[in-house]
């Protein structure tokens, strides 16, 4: 049972439970992009969200991967493990896009010749920088081997993911992962893994089915995640 809200983000908000080692996250509607510069309601994507990270946290624990998921409750809400966030976000890129094709002038859509994992720093006001291993260490984010852990973890994620959405037409260009501590000090995959965290291009026509929809003015953003969920679910 929910007991209190905890915490409203821009697309999710959590809940304290009667067992105080779980949260209950609900999905929201609410989308934005440019560091909430732009505001939308888009009414259906947040059940659409909860669907597909259910189903990919579900694909993470099959091959091996521990992560904050426990089970779904209804269209809106998840039940996960309690962690607390570390304020990092891991960035695994396969194709260049976004970010760093602007960075590094690489051409969207370029393979790059290995996969990159990037850190930033999530705190809102600095506009969640890149960061590299010495920030982090002189911010007291996380140790060294917790970065191992992270980097580690996140290509292992990687190497579920790619080859199982390519069986499903989808290429997956990049992706970013949130991770939080449990109580015992163990590292899991927590947040969400949905078209709002993933960039997601059709095998055949490099259509895109994720939130760069949104961020580019394409429209079509709930059928766009709702041909991820399909395709996803297709045998």
């Known amino acids: 049972m929910k007991?209190?809200?905890?915490?409203?983000?821009?697309?999710?908000?959590?809940?304290?439970?009667?067992?105080?080692?779980q949260l209950i996250v609900y999905y929201?509607?609410?989308?934005?992009?440019?560091?909430?510069?732009?505001?939308?309601?888009?009414?259906?994507?947040?059940?659409?969200?909860?669907?597909?990270?259910?189903?990919?946290?579900?694909?993470?624990?099959?091959?091996?991967?521990?992560?904050?998921?426990?089970?779904?409750?209804?269209?809106?809400?998840?039940l996960v493990?309690?962690?607390?966030?570390?304020?990092?976000?891991?960035?695994?890129?396969?194709i260049a896009a976004g970010s760093i094709s602007k960075r590094l002038?690489?051409?969207e859509g370029e393979r790059l010749p290995r996969t990159v994992v990037e850190f930033y720093y999530k705190n809102d006001?600095?506009?969640?920088?890149?960061?590299?291993?010495?920030?982090?260490?002189?911010?007291?984010?996380?140790?060294?081997?917790?970065?191992?852990?992270?980097?580690?973890?996140?290509?292992?994620?990687?190497?579920?993911?790619?080859?199982?959405?390519?069986?499903?037409?989808?290429?997956?260009v990049d992706f970013k992962l949130e991770f939080g501590r449990t109580q015992t000090g163990e590292i899991l995959p927590a947040d969400e893994i949905s078209p709002d965290s993933c960039r997601f291009w059709d095998k055949q026509s490099l259509q895109k089915l994720d939130k760069d929809r949104f961020r580019r003015d394409l429209g079509s953003v709930v059928e766009a995640y709702a041909e991820v969920y399909r395709r996803l679910c297709r045998q």
């Open 3 to 21: 007991v209190a809200q905890l915490y409203e983000g821009k697309a999710k908000i959590i809940y304290s439970t009667t067992q105080p080692d």
């Open 105 to 107: 002038g690489l051409p």
């Open 125 to 172: 006001e600095l506009h969640d920088p890149l960061v590299n291993r010495d920030h982090i260490l002189a911010l007291g984010i996380a140790t060294e081997e917790e970065m191992d852990k992270l980097k580690e973890a996140a290509l292992r994620v990687n190497s579920i993911l790619e080859p199982h959405l390519l069986e499903k037409d989808i290429i997956l």
């Open 81 to 94: 493990k309690k962690v607390q966030i570390i304020p990092l976000e891991v960035v695994v890129r396969n």
């Open 28 to 78: 929201k509607d609410d989308t934005t992009a440019g560091d909430g510069a732009k505001k939308a309601q888009i009414q259906g994507k947040g059940p659409l969200n909860l669907k597909i990270s259910d189903y990919f946290f579900r694909l993470l624990e099959a091959g091996g991967v521990r992560t904050h998921f426990i089970e779904t409750l209804n269209e809106r809400e998840m």
